[in-house]
Structures are given as C-alpha cells and as structure tokens.
C-alpha cells in the first residue's frame, strides 16, 4: 500500500532515460527477438499484466482469510519491527476495503477530520488509481463518494461525488495520521467512522470497519518468478474477470494475437520454457526502470499519474504491495547511499541537516525512516525509534536554527537527534504528504546524507 514502499524510478528530465526500459506504447514489440514476434508479445503481456495478476492474489488471498468485499477492515495499532512487511510507514494506521461493483455502486462516507490527514484511495484492478477521498480531496470535511462499475448509469445521492471505475473490482485503501502515541486513540475513532454500503442499501445500510490488526498481512511482497505458464493463465482468466476499458484497451490491442481474455491456451505456440524465459525478461525489464540515482544519492519519481501510460512503469510502482501514490498525494525520496555514492551501512556514522526554514515543505506531514538494506523491515533499538519526523518531540535544534540528524548504529554523544541504524546496510525513505509546489517541480533539495568521518 504505500504503507509499502514503491520502487523509486528516477524523473526523465534529471538523468533517468525512462524508455531504455522498454515502453509498450511508444516501441514496436519484440520481433527481432531470437524466439519470434510470440515471444516478444508474451513478455510485453507480462509486463502489460502484473498489476492485474498482483490484484488477483491480493484477493484470493482475503477471501482465503475469510474476508468480505464491501467491508472495511481496520488496522489500529501503528508498525513495529514485528510487522514482518517490506517498507511500512510509522505516521499512519490503515484500512482497505475491496469494493465488488458486479452488484451496483458502492457507497463510500467518510468523516470530517479537521487538521489531520487521512484518505482513502481508490485503485482499480490494473492499479489504475480513480481517486482520492479524505484532506486533500475535501478540505477534511465530511464526503460522500459513490464508486460505479463499467457501464452503470443512474442518479447520485445529493451531494455525492463519483468515483467511475473500469473494472468491477475496486481496491479502496485508508490511512489515518497518528500525531503521536497520546493521539492513537483518537486516530482509532477517525479510523472507525469511515463507512460504506451498497447504494441500493444507502443509507439505513451503512456500515462501520471491522478491527483486523494484522490486516496488512493480506498484502505481501508477492514473487512471480518460477510461474511461467501458470502466470499466463491466471493472466488470461483474470482478463475475461475484468476485461480492460477505455485508456487500458490501448495497450491490450497490441497484444491482440495472443488471445488473452478468450482462450490463450488454445492459440499459443510458446512451450511452458518459452513462457517462463518470456517472464523471466519482463520482470529483467521492469527491473531496469529503477536503477540510477539523483541529487546526492536521494531517488524519486515526480511522474506517478492516476493512470501511467507506461506499462513497464506502471509495473515497476507496486512491486512490493498496492497503493503507489500521485505525486500531487505524496513523494517518497529514497536513499541507499550516502552523497559520496558509498552504500549506508551501521559501521559508519551519517548526518542529515535541514537548515532553518528548510524542512520539507509538505502540507499534511513528513517522515523520515529507516529500514534494513536487504528487507525493508523497521530495525529494532532500544528507543523504539523508527522515525524522525515533524511530530518528533524533543526535537534539537542547532544555534542556527538548523535540524542536524544523526543515522547510526551506536548512540551518539550529547543530546543529538539519533535515528538508530542496524549494524548492516540500511535505506531511508523520506515521505513528503501533500507536497508543496517546490517538492513538485524539484526545486526543494533534500539536504545529502552525509558520512561523518
């Protein structure tokens, strides 16, 4: 979700070349590869169908769990190391709900929440996201949002706002800002009044979110490696599920001879190697879309859209779990390496300063935290500490004003802003809600992660 943390491919005007990657779009397909046209078309519809196949085991596995759809599900409690899930986020509590929208409309209320953010996004089954609810689309007043499947037409509540999706399948995310551990629960009570009901039932059938504190289990890092032929067919079923539409059907046309949707089975010539091989290399494709760094070791992507163009970016977003957001919601600037371009690990002592006036200039809130190198899990220490972040108490501040903050794995001397570090390599990931027009056009630079000594 992007309690998760989402590949960060680099912005086409800094030094990123987006289309080395590979664009469905704008590139012819692969005929001159050595196994044929077919081959070249089969790796393209992997790429073209991640989203989708993610969006499928994301779903078998709640109703595995015994989920409904159109329920909310809550979770109260903020991450710790225990959460065992790649990059979670500390500021936020979550929720999901999967809307079916086979039935007619769902209807989404949500809350006033005065200065606090929170939201709930909607993503379709490509990973398309539709829209927002909560602060930033409604000024935090009360809303009511009514999600409408393909083809359905009929009047809105009044007052209400729309939320028009392709496919019948609707991912709906929630995140509520905890200011602190004495705000949690009221964060919870928020949490708690988000709603929803089908529009036939609305309003006599609304109803409140179910408390499942491991609910994020439902959203691991999914691995689709060894599939091959299994992932293809699963591809061709879920696209008789959730046939695309409108700005998806673009891209699908291309992959017109392969016959996903309507028998893929029946009509290829690729053996079960050839399909695993033609995997295999779209997964080599949209791993190359994420691999340089920009200003002083510090990665971002300014380019998220509700709907990427680009399958091979659109790809590359959720590889570890649904809910990227667009830029206008939020950036995440990561950074695995310190501005010399030498990999963050404990055995060294790093600073971060924020000079005065200087922080990041997010609207709703920023936070930066510190995850383990190789998994993107949250690292225990002593104070509990997993972030430092505008709602950090206790902050020092230098006698210039400025905001020294020191990553390593021991505790510094005197009274410092310590963010402890694993003995092992590390990334930090700063989160920026509601950036502000300088964060968006690049003109705020993140102060470099700086080596000390």
Not at 330 to 349: I, R, V
Not at 421 to 426: D, E, R
Request: hydrophobic share 45%; net charge positive.
């Amino acid at each position: 979700m992007t309690f998760l943390v989402p590949p960060i491919i680099n912005p086409i005007r800094r030094r990123a070349v987006l289309a080395s990657a590979g664009c469905l779009l704008a590139l012819p397909v692969l005929a001159t590869n050595r196994r044929g046209t077919a081959f070249g078309l089969a790796e393209d519809a992997a790429i073209w169908g991640l989203p989708l196949v993610r969006t499928g085991r994301y779903l078998a596995l709640a109703k595995a769990r015994g989920l409904e759809v159109n329920q909310f599900y809550l979770n109260q409690a903020l991450a710790t190391p225990t959460l065992k899930l790649a990059g979670p986020n500390v500021d936020t509590i979550y929720g999901f709900a999967w809307l079916d929208l086979s039935a007619g409309p769902v209807a989404v209320q949500v809350p006033e929440g005065g200065d606090r953010y929170y939201s709930v996004q909607f993503i379709d089954a490509y990973e398309t996201i539709l829209g927002y609810a909560g602060k930033s689309a409604t000024s935090a007043g009360p809303g009511l949002y009514v999600v409408t499947g393909p083809g359905w037409s009929g009047t809105l509540p009044k007052g209400a706002k729309s939320v028009a999706s392709p496919t019948s399948l609707v991912l709906a995310l929630t995140r509520t800002l905890v200011k602190g551990a004495a705000d949690l629960p009221a964060a919870q009570a928020l949490q708690a009044s988000y709603a929803l009901a089908p529009l036939a039932a609305y309003p006599a059938g609304l109803q409140h979110g179910t408390v499942l504190q491991d609910a994020l289990s439902v959203f691991p890092t999914l691995k689709v490696q060894g599939d091959g032929a299994a992932f293809f067919a699963e591809l061709d079923a879920l696209v008789r599920r959730y046939p695309p539409r409108g700005e998806e059907a673009v891209a699908f046309q291309k992959l017109a001879p392969l016959h996903l949707g309507s028998g893929f089975r029946n009509h290829t010539t690729l053996s079960a190697d050839d399909l695993q091989q033609a995997l295999n290399g779209a997964l080599a494709r949209i791993k190359a879309v994420h691999q340089t760094d920009i200003d002083d070791g510090w990665r971002v992507n300014y380019h998220i859209k509700r709907f990427n163009a680009d399958p091979v970016v659109r790809a590359a977003l959720n590889t570890v779990g649904p809910g990227a957001h667009i830029a206008e919601e939020a950036l995440y600037f990561a950074a695995a390496t310190d501005s010399a371009g030498a990999p963050l690990a404990g055995s060294h002592s790093y600073s971060i300063t924020f000079p005065k006036n200087g922080l990041p200039p997010a609207k709703a809130f920023w936070s930066l935290i510190l995850y383990n190198g190789g998994d993107l899990l949250l690292v225990p220490n002593k104070l509990n500490r997993y972030t430092i972040n505008d709602r950090t108490p206790n902050l020092v501040h230098d006698a210039d004003g400025a905001l020294r903050i020191v990553i390593s794995n021991s505790e510094p001397p005197g009274r410092v802003n310590w963010l402890p570090a694993p003995a092992g390599p590390f990334i930090l990931i700063l989160r920026t809600y509601e950036p502000d027009a300088s964060l968006l056009s690049g003109g705020y630079k993140v102060p470099p992660v700086v080596r000390q000594g």
